[in-house]
Each structure stands twice: as C-alpha cells, then as structure tokens.
C-alpha cells in the first residue's frame, strides 16, 4: 500500500504536469499572489480568477523533522525520513519531503530543487526536494533535466 493522492478534475493538471516532471502552482488574476496547495479560488483575495502556472522547482528550506517512527503504511516502511516545509521560489510554502541529503546536514535556508517520486499502482508523480547541486537521486526518486521550469 502507498501514500498516493487521488487525482481528480481539478487537480489532473497538477498531477500530470508532475508527471512529466514539472510543478505546477496557482496564482490569482485578481491580486497577483501565488498559491500552493492548489485551490480554485485565491486563499488571500477569494478571487476564483486563478490558473496553474509553472513553478521554477526552486525552494529553500523552512523547516523539517526527521520521522524515525511512524505505524502507517506506507511511511513504516521509508522511515527514517525527512518531513519538511519549503518556501518556493514564487513565495508559497510547500509541506514535502527532502531526499537525497541525511537529516545532520540540513540547514534553514538551504537552496533545494525539485524532484519527484512515483508513487501508488496509478503511478502519480509526488513532488519532493532535494538539496541544490546534489548528486543525481537514485531510482526512486528522479529529477527531470536542466534547461526548463521545474527542472532544478
């Protein structure tokens, strides 16, 4: 069993953006501001003048917890993992989890990118993050190439 997000009519953009590699955000027409989770109205105005718009897949850190225990599946089985909140580059803070760096080595502020993680019998992409400049992750995990958004 895995942890993998339903998909629906809203959110299949989001869901097959990630899929090819590239996150997804929602920004409002009526007062400008970005927004993650994806929502169909504005957090911030309640404007429903928003639409999807590529991310730069560019993050720092907020803050995390190492998850050395946790009793439900799927998790049981990762731990020990990172648990983490990110500000991405576009201004919206994104809870998530960091691979590809130990737990000791993580500090506030530190430059991440984008990755993703398949996830579920459907195969949904899951966006995570790795450390900037981090070597390429393994088979698990895998980061879409440089040159476009999302792309770290």
Known sequence: MTAAPDADAFTRPYWEAAAGG?????????????H???REFCPR????????????????LYTWSVVHRNDLAPFSGRTPYT???????????????IVDCAGDALRIGMELVVAFRTEGEGGLAVPVFRPAGA???GTAVSAPGPGTPSRG
């Open 45 to 60: 105005c309640w404007s429903e003048n928003v639409t999807w718009e590529p991310a730069s897949g560019r993050a720092t």
């Open 22 to 34: 590239l996150l997804l955000i929602r920004r409002c027409g009526a007062c400008g501001r970005a």
């Open 36 to 38: 993650h989770y994806p």
């Open 135 to 137: 070597a390429a992750p």
């Open 83 to 97: 648990a983490a909140v990110v500000d991405l580059a576009e201004g919206p803070r994104m809870m998530t989890e």
